[in-house]
């Protein structure tokens, strides 16, 4: 949970101020207990696997948004989307 509250405020801290997200103190919990999970050695290689690929798929999803408009960002999107609930099923 501690660990959680650090990556959530070091994301969420503007000028100072901590800005409250309940999306972004879930994302950093899921991430936190992912990485103790990791830590302690419960998970499978292949759970590792998947959340590797996961992680880089939201990555390049997220980039999306910056492509420009020479592209057909709706179908990569689709693609992506995919690929991520493929993943998390």
């Not at 990485?35 to 590792?48: C, F, N, P, R, V």
């Not at 390049?60 to 709706?74: M, W």
């Amino acid at each position: 949970m501690k660990a959680a509250w650090r990556k959530c405020r070091a994301a969420r801290t503007f000028n100072g101020k901590f800005l409250f997200s309940r999306a972004a103190f879930a994302k950093a919990l899921k991430e936190a207990w992912f990485e103790a999970k990791e830590q302690a050695g419960t998970l499978s290689q292949e759970q590792t696997q998947k959340a590797k690929r996961a992680a880089t798929v939201r990555a390049e999803i997220d980039a999306l948004q910056f492509k420009s408009f020479r592209y057909d960002t709706v179908s990569m999107r689709r693609a992506l989307e995919t690929q991520l609930a493929a993943l998390s099923a």
